[in-house]
């Protein structure tokens, strides 16, 4: 498991070169592992129309879930002025943590925080989204009985 998570955070890293931000000059890759070992890739997409821009975590989870995978492990993410190694970490925004909410055990989910090869921080999903709103609230909607 720590030769695959320590791969994880290199991939995390080098999706940066696969970042489109024209507009903030900021790259962030994030690399998803599965529980079967697949890792996915993403990094962050912006747009002219600001808003609708894509985060790289995000962008990682869409295309992961979209290819039928459901069942996730780890996440790790890197992110930096463009062409320049991180110069701190990119903690995930808000909105990619209820991202992963939606398809991660809270209890278990690794999120790394990765500024080079070997200087990581690693967190739980439950400590970054703390008292969260989840599927789990909607199960006894009437909809859904
Ligand atoms: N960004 C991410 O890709 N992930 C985050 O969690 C925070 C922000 C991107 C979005 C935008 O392209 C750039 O960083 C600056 O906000």
Redesign the pocket.
């Known amino acids: 498991m720590e030769d695959i998570l320590k791969k994880l955070r290199i991939v995390a890293l080098e999706a940066r070169n696969f970042?489109y931000?024209p507009?903030?000059g900021?790259?962030?890759g994030?690399a998803l592992l599965c529980e079967n070992g697949r890792i996915v890739t993403g990094?962050?997409?912006?747009n002219a129309s600001y808003g609708a821009?894509?985060?790289?975590?995000?962008?990682a989870f869409f295309k992961a879930v979209s290819e039928n995978e459901k069942s996730f492990v780890a996440i790790a993410?890197a992110?930096g002025v463009k062409d320049e190694d991180p110069e701190d970490f990119?903690?995930?925004?808000g909105v990619?943590r209820q991202v992963m909410r939606e398809f991660c055990d809270e209890e278990s989910f690794r999120v790394f925080v990765v500024r080079s090869e070997d200087e990581y921080e690693e967190y739980l999903l439950k400590d970054l989204l703390p008292k969260s709103f989840g599927p789990n609230n909607l199960q006894n909607t009437s909809k859904n009985q």
Request: glycine residues 4%; charged residues 10%; proline residues 4%.
């Open positions: 970042s931000a507009y903030s900021y790259t962030v994030a990094s962050n997409i912006e821009t894509v985060c790289a975590e995000r962008t993410i992110g990119a903690y995930p925004c990619c």
